[in-house]
């Protein structure tokens, strides 16, 4: 329901903004004649009589209000729709003490076999071994975590 709401607000915000641009565009131009005057300056004149300048100046106010009003209102409702899907995951519930452990004395065999064998092909190869054991833990966790989460409901 609110994505309708929030395509509507959409779809109404950028009227306005046409709404506005059109409106400044229809008015009558100081001396020099610029944009305005290029563009239909005084077309509006011919349909509004003599209080040309007063409704489009009010146009202009209104519509601005408008705008800003409208933009807030989406804001707003972006941020909600926002807190409402963000799911905090605890990372102490993906990574348990356990495994944590596990990587710590991981690190610290390789250093040893790194002293023990002298060679750097050793102790690649053995942290290899130990990354993929503890990437099938991780993604065990994960996978074991994602079951349990529940998407939010829009």
């Known amino acids: 329901m ?4 929030i395509s509507l607000l959409t779809l109404v915000l ?10 400044i565009l229809m008015q009558r131009t100081s001396q020099s004649g ?17 209080e040309t300048n007063n409704i489009l100046t009010k146009g202009t106010i209104y519509g601005t209000i408008a705008f800003f009003v409208v933009s807030l209102g989406l804001y707003l409702m972006y941020q909600a729709q926002a807190s409402n899907r963000s799911d905090v995951l605890d990372v102490t519930t993906l990574i348990s003490a356990d495994e944590s452990e596990a990587t710590a004395e991981t690190v610290t065999q390789v250093v040893e076999s790194i002293y023990s064998e002298g060679t750097l092909g050793a102790a690649v190869e053995s942290l ?17 975590t994602a079951t349990e989460v529940v998407p939010a409901a829009n």
Do not use: C, K, N, R
């Open 34 to 50: 610029g944009m305005g005057a290029a563009l239909g300056g005084g077309a509006a004149e011919s349909a509004f009589g003599s």
């Open 128 to 144: 290899e071994t130990q990354a993929t054991e503890l990437e099938s833990s991780v993604t065990d966790a994960v996978e074991a």
């Open 14 to 23: 950028l009227l306005i903004s046409a709404f506005i641009v059109l409106i």
């Open 2 to 5: 609110s994505t309708l709401i």
